[in-house]
């Protein structure tokens, strides 16, 4: 088996109880498996998987070949495996959560790792899907994976790549989303992060972006900065949400948007969607994917005892 077959990917999301944010992240599973299939599986020689397939006990989204890992409610249904005589599915690409799933985190990695291995999976890397270096991505995903390891005891590679949000080539994705759009005042809009220096990030983008910059949850807010704007003689304002999907923040931002626009009737708002589940973000985290397991975030890691999960 090739180096590239026997890797999987594991995409780690925060996770919601709106369906939409769950739906978007299958999406992107599906984009990056094409991405890194082009990068990799293409290339290796041809080699039949069958046998090795049908005898992996686990379900899989057969169409994109996406293991989804969120899908606990029916755990005895019968796996099926219909089309993959004609479309093996390598790589494979999965999805888990941190949050609002009925298994933690290393519980979802420790079955995963279970179930490619039966595939002849050796290696499994780890790619989260967080725009910030706030806790989630420094404490907390680190320590659910560090009792991942505990649990496998070996018998299973696991790199934890660097996050999305790391990949340089990020600030050229809203550049470009910028260049489509007239406004003559930008405002970059992320959720925040209360760890020290977890926002910096999100400030040197801002500024490289010539951008004006506000949080969800920490101050300065939303509404402060248009103000702000506003009373700098801005006219035509466009707010670009650096957050991933749809979901309850941004329904809540487009609220606040079209409240201040109904107070403001003189002033151009013009409110962006997320970055979404788009072929450009799927490129960014299949680099990550392939290059981006620095040592840092390798074996060294120790097991922790296990902390509350928090923004």
Same mark, same amino acid.
């Given at each position: 088996m090739s180096a590239s077959s026997s890797t999987a990917y594991l995409l780690i999301a925060h996770g919601s109880r709106d369906?939409?944010?769950?739906?978007?992240?299958?999406?992107? #599973? +599906?984009?990056?498996?094409?991405?890194?299939?082009?990068?990799?599986?293409?290339?290796?020689?041809?080699?039949?998987?069958?046998?090795?397939?049908? #005898?992996?006990?686990? +379900?899989?989204?057969? #169409?994109? #070949?996406?293991?989804?890992?969120?899908?606990? +409610?029916?755990?005895?249904?019968?796996?099926?495996?219909?089309?993959?005589d004609q479309q093996p599915p390598y790589p494979i690409v999965g999805t888990a959560y941190l949050e609002c799933t009925p298994l933690p985190l290393h519980q979802q990695l420790h079955e995963f790792c279970l179930r490619v291995k039966a595939a002849g999976v050796e290696r499994v890397k780890l790619v989260p899907i967080f725009l910030l270096r706030g806790v989630h991505v420094t404490q907390d995903i680190p320590q659910e994976v560090a009792l991942a390891r505990e649990q496998l005891a070996g018998c299973m590679a696991i790199d934890l790549c660097a996050h999305l949000g790391s990949h340089p080539r990020l600030e050229q994705v809203l550049k470009t989303k910028m260049a489509a759009t007239t406004a003559k005042s930008w405002l970059l809009l992320a959720h925040g992060s209360r760890q020290p220096g977890g926002n910096n990030s999100v400030e040197a983008l801002a500024e490289s972006l010539k951008a004006s910059v506000a949080f969800w949850s920490v101050p300065p807010n939303l509404e402060s900065q248009l103000v702000q704007l506003m009373q700098s003689g801005c006219q035509r304002i466009a707010i670009m949400p650096y957050f991933l999907f749809t979901g309850g923040i941004t329904d809540a931002i487009t609220r606040v948007t079209e409240e201040l626009a109904e107070r403001f009737p003189r002033v151009n708002f013009r409110l962006l969607p997320p970055l979404g589940a788009t072929l450009e973000v799927a490129r960014l985290a299949a680099d990550i994917a392939l290059d981006g397991c620095p040592p840092s975030a390798g074996a060294l890691i120790k097991p922790m005892k296990r902390m509350a999960l928090r923004h």
């Open positions: 369906p939409r944010p769950q739906a978007a992240m299958n999406r992107l #599973a +599906q984009l990056v498996r094409d991405q890194l299939r082009e990068r990799t599986v293409l290339n290796r020689p041809n080699q039949s998987f069958g046998a090795d397939l049908k #005898a992996a006990p686990y +379900q899989m989204m057969t #169409a994109a #070949a996406v293991v989804n890992l969120s899908a606990h +409610q029916n755990r005895s249904a019968p796996t099926v495996f219909s089309d993959w």
